[in-house]
């Protein structure tokens, strides 16, 4: 059964940084996409970002070179290092994963149980 557990959310001041983690284990055959996705309340999830088996990346609009994602393949884990925190990036982050957990299996869809991120003005 495949589990992803997320971790390095938490309280911080306007301009500071967090790191968030996200591991996968369980029975995997093969991870395609790793992401992160936020959700305020009263709005919808939206994309943070992703990043591919060959590592290219994609942001959303709203990180404007503030974040950076990054994956270790090796250790089925995801990261998102996010610098120069806004208020308005207050939400909770769900980390994602697009994977095969055997060679007949389809590609689907997991998710992360979520980590609360503050930022305080």
């Known amino acids: 059964q495949v589990q992803l557990v997320e971790s390095g959310g938490g309280l911080v001041q306007a301009g500071g940084s967090l790191r968030l983690s996200c591991a996968a284990s369980?029975?995997?055959?093969?991870?395609?996409?790793m992401g992160w996705y936020r959700q305020a309340p009263g709005k919808q999830r939206e994309l943070v970002a992703t990043?591919?088996?060959?590592?290219?990346?994609d942001y959303g609009d709203f990180v404007q070179g503030r974040f950076t994602i990054s994956r270790d393949n090796a250790k089925k884990t995801v990261y998102l290092q996010m610098n120069s925190l806004k208020p308005e990036d207050t939400a909770v982050y769900y980390c994602?994963?697009?994977?095969?957990?055997?060679?007949?299996?389809?590609?689907?869809?997991?998710w992360g149980q979520g980590t609360q991120v503050t930022v305080s003005s």
């Open positions: 369980g029975g995997i055959f093969s991870i395609n996409t």
């Open positions: 994602n994963f697009k994977l095969k957990a055997t060679f007949w299996a389809a590609t689907s869809d997991y």
């Open positions: 990043i591919i088996s060959g590592g290219s990346t």
